[in-house]
């Protein structure tokens, strides 16, 4: 019989060493944290499948034989005393896989080169009479080890049950893992070096709830078998507060929820309330948008608004309004994780590969409650884009033959034929003018919206010699949508004597502008695109007519009346594609920006009292 010779895979010490370090520094700063929970609720599983009746617990903070130090402890299966040291130490090596394809690899490479002062086990297996304790560090000579204690001339030292954490005196089996970190004086119950740019949540859960919302992010579904509980250290006193899973937390903040079903991944979605409380005010979880990957019951990824300045992705989408109140969560299918278990892949191709997919199915059949919420709040968003104020600034800044300012304040002001409203700069539109009801006297500070007579706007007081002052006319129109036209015959008419515009809603340019907007900008739902087109159209509208009316050109008074009045004339206004779907998609493009523009606008007409001015 021939013996096989060929030349065997061997990692040298030295080589080892190398492996660790370049595997840490190559993973996040809270995979540590992961793995080494991971590994007390497979040590749960393991008993679970011995005994159907079990009951899992998983405590983490710090226990008092190692202060300072973060502990994590569970009531599982427990490590054999006799292979304890292997287990630990070597690649690869493992009890028994676990159905993730974890092979023992993981709290190896996350932990020995962040930990070079140690990583101490100590373990209790459910069917041996005592417990063991190992220490894991980097020794005297640069190497990874567990440390050799010349009393007992072993890797392990034995311990009575009682010198054993209470977690597992209390059920005489378990395991619990001490993470020394690289000094005795570090303290790693702190967020580790760089968690604040490399780990799930970055910066925004940091404070004495960092440890339980990293649990409640990064697993998505806990058994409910197993209570895993967090340490929580305050002022005076300690709690211990339970960890119930991401996928938990979304259904409890969650007014609507469902799953779309694509071949390669199912898509999770929620929209989140504050009915059963803030969600801003929740540091030990993650309740607002936000846009994650699943893969085996964890987090692989998660983008959210937060303190660490990600954007939710979600505004592109189709989701630009609702985006800070839906959660979408896809787990793919058939995906494997890289040996580092940081990302997914699929045929060797990345994940990143794949969200195009699914962001084209998610927003080809966007749910029925998401839509209407969407549009709910595009509408909104349109109406106070639409508010006439800072749009009739603008336009009388071109119509300043329609201001007027007496040089002394009496009675012999100019009466103009003003319409629209009238107001002083100093009103505040209660009352009215002289002779109307609520009336003030004569001159006397005006406070109204225009009366019976515009003689008195303006002047401060009319028996001082005190200067008057500047009077504004509000020249826009109202533009009122009409719904109750059956068809598009006309499309938009004006009642010169009141000073109104109707936009029937059936005009068939509404859904044409909307949908072309919608071809050049696929981050808003079409429903979207539409109110913004019905607001550019009454600012056409609007801007138009006022224009026309009030400014300077060669029309006489009965010109411009019959011009205005004529509906085919005013149609036309509106028959100008190529400037007016530029307006419209523009609108869907930087919308914060956008409503920080109009909020500083407003803010430029509130006068030195805190008033606003009104025109």
Same mark, same amino acid.
């Given at each position: 019989?021939?013996?096989?010779?060929?030349?065997?895979?061997?990692?040298?010490?030295?080589?080892?060493?190398?492996?660790?370090?370049?595997?840490?520094?190559?993973?996040?700063?809270? =995979?540590?944290?992961?793995?080494?929970?991971?590994?007390?609720?497979?040590?749960?599983?393991?008993?679970?499948?011995?005994?159907?009746?079990? =009951?899992?617990?998983?405590?983490?903070?710090?226990?008092?034989?190692?202060?300072?130090?973060?502990?994590?402890?569970?009531?599982?299966?427990?490590?054999?005393?006799?292979?304890?040291?292997?287990?630990?130490?070597?690649?690869?090596?493992?009890?028994?896989?676990?159905?993730?394809?974890?092979?023992?690899?993981?709290?190896?490479?996350?932990?020995?080169?962040?930990n070079k002062e140690g990583m101490i086990y100590s373990s209790k297996r459910y069917n041996e009479d005592e417990g063991?304790?190992?220490?894991?560090?980097?020794? +005297?000579?640069?190497?990874?080890?567990?440390?050799?204690?010349?009393?007992?001339?072993?890797?392990?030292?034995?311990?009575?049950?009682?010198?054993?954490?209470?977690?597992?005196?209390?059920?005489?089996?378990?395991?619990?893992?001490?993470?020394?970190?690289?000094?005795?004086?570090?303290?790693?119950? =702190?967020?580790?070096?760089?968690? @604040?740019?490399?780990?799930?949540?970055?910066?925004?859960?940091?404070?004495?709830?960092?440890?339980?919302?990293?649990?409640?992010?990064?697993?998505?579904?806990?058994?409910?078998?197993?209570?895993?509980?967090?340490?929580?250290?305050?002022?005076?006193?300690?709690?211990?507060?339970?960890?119930?899973?991401?996928?938990?937390?979304?259904?409890?903040?969650?007014?609507?929820?469902?799953?779309?079903?694509?071949?390669? *991944?199912?898509?999770?979605?929620?929209?989140?309330?504050?009915?059963?409380?803030?969600?801003?005010? *929740?540091?030990?979880?993650?309740?607002n948008g936000q846009l994650g990957f699943i893969n085996n019951d964890e987090i692989i990824e998660l983008d959210f +608004?937060?303190?660490?300045?990600?954007?939710?992705?979600?505004?592109?989408?189709?989701?630009?309004?609702?985006?800070?109140?839906?959660?979408?969560?896809?787990?793919?299918?058939?995906?494997?994780? +890289?040996?580092?278990?940081?990302?997914?892949?699929?045929?060797?191709?990345?994940?990143?590969?794949?969200?195009?997919?699914?962001?084209?199915?998610?927003?080809?059949?966007?749910?029925? =409650?998401?839509?209407?919420?969407?549009?709910?709040?595009?509408?909104?968003?349109?109406?106070?884009?639409?508010?006439?104020?800072?749009?009739?600034?603008?336009?009388?800044?071109?119509?300043?033959?329609?201001?007027?300012?007496?040089?002394?304040?009496?009675?012999?002001?100019?009466?103009?034929?003003?319409?629209?409203?009238?107001?002083?700069?100093?009103?505040?539109?209660?009352?009215?003018?002289?002779?109307?009801?609520?009336?003030?006297?004569?001159?006397?500070?005006?406070?109204?919206?225009?009366?019976?007579?515009?003689?008195?706007?303006?002047?401060?007081?009319?028996?001082?010699?005190?200067?008057?002052?500047?009077?504004? *006319?509000?020249?826009?129109?109202?533009?009122?949508?009409?719904? +109750?036209?059956?068809?598009?015959?006309?499309?938009?008419?004006?009642?010169?004597?009141?000073?109104?515009?109707?936009?029937?809603?059936?005009?068939?340019?509404?859904?044409?502008?909307?949908?072309?907007?919608?071809?050049?900008?696929?981050?808003?739902?079409?429903?979207?695109?539409?109110?913004?087109?019905? &607001?550019?159209?009454?600012?056409?509208?609007? &801007?138009?007519?006022?224009?026309?009316?009030?400014?300077?050109?060669?029309?006489?008074? @009965?010109?411009?009346?019959?011009?205005?009045?004529?509906?085919?004339?005013?149609?036309?206004?509106?028959?100008?594609?190529?400037?007016?779907?530029?307006?419209?998609?523009?609108?869907?493009?930087?919308?914060?920006?956008?409503?920080?523009?109009?909020?500083?606008? @407003?803010?430029?007409?509130?006068?030195?009292?805190?008033?606003?001015?009104?025109?």
């Open positions: 019989m021939s013996v096989n010779k060929d030349k065997k895979p061997k990692l040298s010490d030295k080589g080892n060493v190398k492996y660790f370090i370049d595997a840490a520094e190559s993973m996040p700063a809270d =995979q540590i944290y992961r793995e080494i929970a991971k590994n007390a609720l497979e040590a749960c599983a393991r008993m679970k499948k011995m005994d159907p009746n079990f =009951q899992g617990e998983i405590v983490a903070g710090e226990d008092p034989t190692f202060p300072g130090k973060f502990t994590i402890t569970d009531n599982g299966i427990g490590m054999c005393k006799h292979n304890i040291s292997d287990l630990i130490i070597n690649i690869s090596e493992t009890e028994e896989e676990s159905e993730q394809g974890n092979k023992g690899i993981g709290s190896k490479a996350a932990g020995f080169a962040n063991s304790r190992c220490r894991v560090y980097f020794n +005297d000579n640069d190497l990874f080890a567990v440390e050799h204690s010349d009393e007992y001339n072993s890797c392990r030292i034995p311990l009575e049950t009682s010198e054993l954490p209470l977690l597992i005196q209390k059920y005489k089996r378990g395991t619990s893992l001490t993470l020394c970190g690289n000094s005795k004086e570090e303290n790693t119950l =702190q967020p580790p070096n760089n968690y @604040e740019e490399s780990s799930l949540l970055k910066k925004s859960r940091l404070g004495i709830y960092w440890r339980k919302a990293h649990y409640n992010t990064k697993f998505f579904n806990l058994p409910d078998y197993v209570k895993f509980m967090v340490q929580i250290k305050r002022e005076g006193r300690i709690n211990y507060e339970r960890v119930h899973g991401h996928k938990y937390w979304l259904n409890h903040f969650s007014k609507y929820s469902g799953v779309l079903h694509h071949d390669s *991944a199912k898509i999770y979605w929620w929209i989140l309330s504050d009915e059963k409380g803030k969600r801003n005010s *929740a540091n030990d979880c993650v309740a +608004d937060s303190g660490g300045s990600r954007k939710n992705p979600l505004r592109h989408w189709g989701l630009p309004f609702s985006c800070g109140d839906i959660a979408v969560m896809i787990e793919p299918k058939g995906f494997k994780q +890289d040996q580092h278990r940081t990302t997914l892949r699929k045929n060797n191709t990345s994940l990143r590969n794949f969200k195009s997919v699914w962001k084209e199915f998610f927003m080809e059949n966007l749910p029925t =409650q998401i839509k209407e919420y969407e549009v709910s709040l595009a509408r909104k968003f349109s109406e106070k884009m639409a508010n006439d104020t800072v749009l009739a600034k603008e336009i009388n800044k071109w119509l300043k033959d329609m201001h007027f300012l007496q040089a002394m304040g009496d009675t012999n002001s100019q009466k103009l034929p003003l319409l629209g409203q009238i107001s002083t700069t100093k009103g505040h539109l209660m009352g009215d003018f002289n002779g109307g009801g609520n009336s003030v006297e004569p001159g006397k500070k005006p406070k109204s919206n225009i009366g019976k007579s515009p003689l008195y706007a303006g002047l401060k007081d009319k028996q001082s010699n005190n200067k008057s002052m500047q009077g504004k *006319a509000n020249c826009m129109p109202e533009v009122i949508i009409r719904t +109750d036209y059956k068809d598009d015959s006309t499309w938009v008419w004006y009642d010169y004597d009141n000073h109104k515009v109707y936009l029937n809603a059936k005009c068939r340019l509404i859904n044409y502008y909307a949908k072309e907007a919608y071809r050049q900008n696929r981050t808003h739902i079409l429903e979207s695109h539409r109110s913004n087109t019905i &607001t550019v159209l009454r600012r056409v509208l609007s &801007t138009h007519v006022a224009m026309t009316r009030f400014s300077l050109n060669n029309l006489s008074e @009965e010109e411009k009346k019959e011009l205005l009045q004529n509906d085919k004339c005013l149609s036309i206004v509106l028959l100008n594609p190529f400037l007016i779907i530029k307006e419209i998609v523009q609108m869907s493009k930087n919308l914060k920006q956008q409503l920080a523009e109009f909020a500083k606008q @407003e803010s430029l007409s509130v006068n030195g009292k805190g008033e606003r001015a009104h025109y």
